[in-house]
């Protein structure tokens, strides 16, 4: 009897807990619509970016001088750090064989004139003669007419050959094609250089005093880029100096293994203080695409399928799929379905669902 007192009892008190879980209020759902977010405007236009790159200075013209015809080194009238003018004369090469070929080249030349000008005077005469009716015989007079001819082309013919030996005579002497500096010297008096040997250069000669600033730009910052726009770099060898210059060249080739574009600047080094494969860091100044809307960097949602904004859109939340072009620390570009004036969520989350009201 006792137990049953307890166990009655037990059973009332597990009731009336059960009944005060039941009549106790729930807490109220949350949604999108108790909470608050920040937003900021769609603006038109592109974002201005500092764009740093590597980049190499080279010689805007430099030649590998090798030589053109065999023979000895006479002289080397330069060395390395010589600067030189246009036409120069940088070193002198000697070859005995060489002359003596344009001497028996010219000598059978005026020999060959002299045989031209005895048949071209016989000829003439037979013709005088042959105005006698009988006096001389036609065939003769036309074997010395096709001898004049034969004579004129041997004689064409040594006078090439003469000149093709003075231009091989005048190889031997080998002057600057432009101006600037001597970068490399190989060979030395008494030396033996063979036109035969590809790899034999004798000198090389770079224009300093004028180079090119090589800057290979990404493919997406290229297009943005046109003649004379301004580019600024700094070099290694003289910390915090800033040199300027202006977009001379665009190749409009994209190398498809970097996907960059090679441009060029023209850099004036009248003074010499920089130099050919000085590596260099550029400093371009990409001034945005105008077509382009603007928003900030914390709007952008980027999810492994897509990239988008979300709009507020008569209070709902509409997610716009965008692509992203520049951006600085706190703006990007973007190109999608958006309008100016537009308001997008600054803090989005992946939570927000399409057509959801959004409280700002």
């Not at 001898?147 to 002057?175: H, I, R």
């Not at 915090?240 to 970097?258: A, E, L, T």
């Amino acid at each position: 009897m006792k137990y049953n007192i307890f166990l009655l009892g037990g059973l009332i008190l597990l009731a009336s807990c059960s009944s005060n879980k039941e009549n106790k209020p729930k807490d109220p759902p949350v949604s999108d619509s108790s909470v608050h977010y920040s937003v900021a405007t769609v603006k038109s236009g592109g974002v201005n970016e500092v764009l740093k790159l590597p980049a190499k200075l080279a010689a805007y013209q430099e030649v590998s001088i090798f030589p053109k015809v065999n023979g000895y080194v006479k002289s080397v009238l330069v060395d390395i750090g010589s600067k030189v003018t246009k036409g120069q004369l940088l070193m002198v090469l000697e070859d005995p064989e060489l002359e003596q070929a344009m001497l028996q080249a010219k000598e059978r030349y005026e020999r060959s004139k002299a045989d031209l000008s005895i048949d071209r005077e016989n000829y003439v005469r037979l013709l005088e003669a042959a105005k006698t009716p009988g006096a001389i015989s036609p065939l003769d007079v036309s074997a010395a007419r096709t001898k004049v001819q034969a004579d004129s082309s041997l004689s064409n013919a040594e006078k090439a050959n003469w000149k093709y030996q003075e231009t091989m005579m005048g190889y031997l002497k080998v002057y600057a094609p432009f101006s600037g500096v001597i970068t490399e010297r190989n060979v030395h008096p008494g030396a033996l250089v063979s036109a035969a040997i590809k790899d034999q250069r004798m000198l090389e000669l770079k224009d300093i005093a004028h180079l090119r600033l090589q800057i290979d730009v990404p493919e997406d910052i290229a297009a943005h880029f046109k003649d004379r726009d301004t580019v600024a770099f700094y070099t290694s060898a003289y910390p915090g100096k800033r040199n300027i210059g202006f977009v001379s060249r665009n190749s409009y080739n994209v190398n498809p293994q970097f996907r960059t574009q090679r441009m060029e600047v023209d850099v004036y080094n009248n003074n010499y203080t920089l130099s050919p494969g000085m590596f260099v860091e550029v400093q371009l100044y990409t001034k945005g695409n105008p077509n382009a809307m603007t928003v900030p960097k914390s709007a952008i949602v980027t999810t492994t399928e897509r990239k988008y904004v979300i709009v507020v859109r008569n209070g709902k939340a509409v997610k716009v799929d965008v692509h992203t072009g520049n951006d600085n620390a706190t703006q990007v570009e973007v190109y999608g379905d958006l309008k100016p004036g537009e308001e997008v969520i600054t803090n989005p989350s992946d939570d927000i669902k399409d057509g959801s009201t959004i409280h700002v």
